[in-house]
């Protein structure tokens, strides 16, 4: 089965970084290309960025290019992480991840997200 787990979330003040921990279980590859996501009160999810499986190629979005790094974890490849730097306040939004690189593969497998919430 299938399952995503992000955490690492919480509440920090605008300027401040947090780093997320996203583990996949259950994907038919041992190393994959991953991705995060978003998605803000009333908004649409959104792709944040995402990581190849050979870990050459990087994507972001535009609102978080030289702020965001996405990386893998170097003794289980299905676990990734997003560091997050110089985090503003509309960068509040629950956070997931999932495998694929530029979409999700597992449309009907989202985690619970983890809460980030950026505010003086």
């Known amino acids: 089965q299938v399952h995503f787990v992000e955490s690492g979330g919480g509440l920090v003040q605008p300027g401040g970084s947090l780093r997320l921990l996203c583990i996949a279980a259950?994907?038919?590859?041992?190393?994959?290309?991953m991705s995060w996501y978003r998605q803000a009160p009333g908004q649409e999810r959104e792709l944040v960025g995402g990581i190849s499986a050979d870990d050459y190629g990087r994507n972001y979005d535009e609102s978080v290019v030289g702020r965001f790094t996405i990386s893998r974890d170097n003794v289980m490849p299905n676990m990734i992480y997003l560091q997050m730097n110089s985090l503003k306040p509309e960068d509040t939004a629950v956070y997931y991840c999932?495998?694929?690189?530029?979409?999700?593969?597992?449309?009907?497998?989202w985690g619970q997200g983890t809460q980030v919430t950026v505010s003086s």
């Open positions: 999932n495998e694929g690189y530029y979409r999700p593969l597992w449309n009907d497998h």
């Open positions: 259950g994907l038919s590859r041992s190393r994959s290309d």
